[in-house]
């Protein structure tokens, strides 16, 4: 099992950025994935959720309206749009992978990519 | 809704036990036999260690074991070595919100 995140850096407040991650080394599409991030030095969040399939999306309340989690099983790749971002946006951005049939406990990470939200 | 609260830090010599507390409310631990424990060693990804409150992935010594009684779980860590030392984190169900984080435990062994 891989997962690879990309499309993290520096963004302005009030600017978007993509994240992506790769997924490989299992059957993408029968697996809930997940966002959560970790700000410099702190804890970890939850961010957002996708059932296997798409057809169930959750966001957390701090990013809700903002953030849209989505994916392309057919390129096993999972998604985090984010828009109107902030400063305490600021956080590495793990993907994560629901263990089979859960979509809360999640059992292989990606390594992170970071996000930096200043003028 | 304010995270799960755990103590900052604790510590143990190897070969001892520790025990991290994990506390919410009713409407998450308490609520749920969803609570699961992580652990983060300094600049790694988090690694699952005990899912549905009692449960270990494939992998995870029997070391390690949780447990929960009202609206506290518990990760207790038997037999401590020196590779156990890390941050923990517990996580929970919540319902509508649905998922929290407790703030971290920096273990010391």
């Known amino acids: 099992v891989q997962l690879v995140e990309s499309g993290g850096g520096l963004e302005q407040p009030g600017g978007s950025l993509r994240l992506s991650c790769a997924a490989s080394?299992?059957?993408?599409?029968?697996?809930?994935m997940s966002w959560v991030r970790q700000a410099p030095g702190k804890g970890l969040e939850w961010v957002s959720t996708?059932?296997?399939?798409?057809?169930?999306?959750y966001h957390a309340d701090s990013v809700k309206g903002r953030f849209t989690i989505s994916r392309d099983d057919s390129r096993n790749t999972l998604y985090l749009q984010m828009n109107s971002l902030r400063a305490e946006d600021t956080a590495v951005y793990f993907c994560?992978?629901?263990?089979?049939?859960?979509?809360?406990?999640?059992?292989?990470w990606g390594q992170g990519t970071l996000v930096t939200v200043s003028s | 809704q304010s995270a799960l609260t755990q103590p900052r830090s604790v510590s143990g010599s190897p070969g001892q036990s520790v025990t991290i507390s994990c506390t919410g409310t009713?409407?998450?631990?308490?609520?749920?036999?969803?609570v699961s424990w992580y652990q983060q060693h300094a600049g790694e990804a988090p690694k699952l260690m005990i899912y549905?409150?009692?449960k270990r992935p494939s992998g995870v010594p029997d070391r390690f074991s949780g447990s929960k009684s009202g609206n506290t779980a518990s990760l207790t860590i038997s037999g401590l070595q020196a590779e156990d030392e890390a941050d923990y984190y517990c996580?929970?169900?919540?319902?509508?919100?649905?998922?929290?984080f407790g703030g971290g435990t920096r273990l010391t062994v």
């Open positions: 080394g299992f059957t993408f599409g029968s697996y809930a």
């Open positions: 996580c929970s169900y919540a319902g509508r919100s649905p998922l929290m």
């Open positions: 994560a992978r629901g263990l089979r049939g859960s979509y809360y406990n999640f059992d292989s």
């Open positions: 996708i059932s296997d399939g798409g057809g169930y999306l």
């Open positions: 009713s409407s998450d631990v308490g609520g749920y036999n969803y």
């Open positions: 549905d409150v009692t």
